[in-house]
């Protein structure tokens, strides 16, 4: 007979949320809490998650795309020169047509992106994209 694996032997994943708007990375926080055990870390200024991104490696960055300091077409330049690895989920309030665009070109610099998404986003929109975060990083 075989016994069921326990909850803790799940991947726990380290993520880093950047959104420049308090209320954003509580829901975020919030939601990501209700769907396992994952590491959450918070920055609301694009320059200061360049810092985090390259000192804590995280496995997934959820990034909003409308920052005050810096756009997010810039943040993942920034991203990508400093040869971040893990996996991307861009969200936005902005037109569909701008996310697409800036998915488009994270990906022609080298990054990961799992998607991009409108903002709010949906819980079970989050949970696939959390999962499709830990395929990547168990198929690495």
């Avoid at 490696?57 to 909003?64: E, K, N, Q, T």
């Avoid at 990906?107 to 975060?133: E, S, V, Y």
């Amino acid at each position: 007979m075989t016994e069921p694996v326990p909850t803790t032997s799940l991947p726990q994943l380290r993520i880093l949320l950047l959104d420049d708007d308090t209320f954003m990375l509580d829901l975020l926080a919030e939601m990501i809490g209700e769907l396992g055990p994952h590491q959450v870390l918070r920055e609301t200024e694009a320059r200061s998650c360049l810092v985090a991104l390259a000192q804590l490696a995280p496995d997934l960055l959820i990034c909003d795309l409308g920052m005050p300091d810096m756009d997010g077409i810039e943040f993942l330049r920034g991203a990508a020169e400093r040869h971040y690895q893990g996996s991307v989920l861009l969200l936005s309030g902005m037109d569909k047509s701008v996310l697409r665009a800036a998915e488009r070109l994270a990906q022609a610099h080298g990054l990961a992106i799992l998607g991009a998404c409108a903002k709010p986003l949906a819980p079970a929109t989050l949970a696939g994209m959390l999962q499709r975060a830990m395929d990547r990083l168990t198929a690495i």
